[in-house]
């Protein structure tokens, strides 16, 4: 099946990740949106080319669509992820995956009710998603976060940071973790953080896999990835 993902232009994780984690029998197919920044702006900005790289898309006759940004799709708050998820489904004809609403879908399927959070973002970000996530439903115990704006700075990101990050969170209390953004890179290291913090680990990348594979009706378990990719 072919799998298609509309990601930010300066996005250089999400296709290497989504590549490793595929199944046998799925292909990737990638259209981009203009963003250098991170910033809310710039998110604004990159989504008005939404639908268009969705035609691009349509056109290789993939049978799903995901919208390859956490933080471009919640900003606008609830619902935000539901209505981009309608408007790519509208003008491709086939399914549409937003990544904040896999987020949402991947907690509730891993009984995540309280969850700590690391991101990448600069702080205008981070108060946009903590309010997403609290107003979905869920409480968010800690979230630390890089401070970084450069999408391509994100997108460079060591496993050693990335551990860094999580292994600071307060985390006591939590009922799991979620690691934010499509960029940052993180499926190296999922693994060890679930054995090491004791409960469920996830990322925005394996959240959106997940989910679009199950959109497919695609249940079966991926390992190497942690647990939601089991379930």
């Known amino acids: 099946m072919r799998m298609g993902l509309i990601i930010p232009s300066s996005n250089t994780t999400m296709e290497i990740e989504f590549r490793e984690m595929l199944p046998r029998g799925f292909s990737l197919h990638t259209a981009r949106m203009r963003l250098k920044e991170v910033t809310v702006s710039g998110l604004e900005e990159m989504e008005r080319e939404a639908e268009y790289e969705a035609l691009k898309l349509k056109d290789a006759g993939v049978d799903i669509i995901g919208y390859g940004c956490t933080s471009g799709s919640l900003i606008r708050g609830v619902g935000h992820d539901e209505m981009l998820e309608r ?27 309280r969850v ?26 800690d979230l630390r976060a890089l401070r970084l704006k450069d999408n391509l700075e994100i997108g460079r990101v060591s496993e050693e940071t990335l551990i860094s990050l999580v292994e600071g969170l307060r985390h006591e209390g939590a009922d799991g973790i979620f690691i934010s953004c499509t960029n ?39 390992s190497g990835y942690g647990k939601l990719l089991l379930i």
Do not use: Q
């Open 116 to 141: 700590a959070v690391a991101t990448p973002y600069i702080d205008e970000i981070n108060e946009k998603e903590e309010e997403f996530l609290e107003k979905n439903g869920f409480e968010v115990i």
């Open 184 to 222: 940052l890179p993180t499926i190296a290291a999922i693994d060890y953080l679930e054995r090491k913090m004791g409960k469920p680990v996830f990322s925005s990348n394996t959240a959106t896999l997940w989910a679009m594979l199950r959109r497919l009706g695609y249940k079966e378990p991926i």
């Open 87 to 113: 408007r790519l489904e509208s003008v491709s004809g086939v399914p549409a995956v937003a990544t904040s609403g896999a987020v949402l879908r991947a907690l509730r399927a891993l009984g995540i009710g």
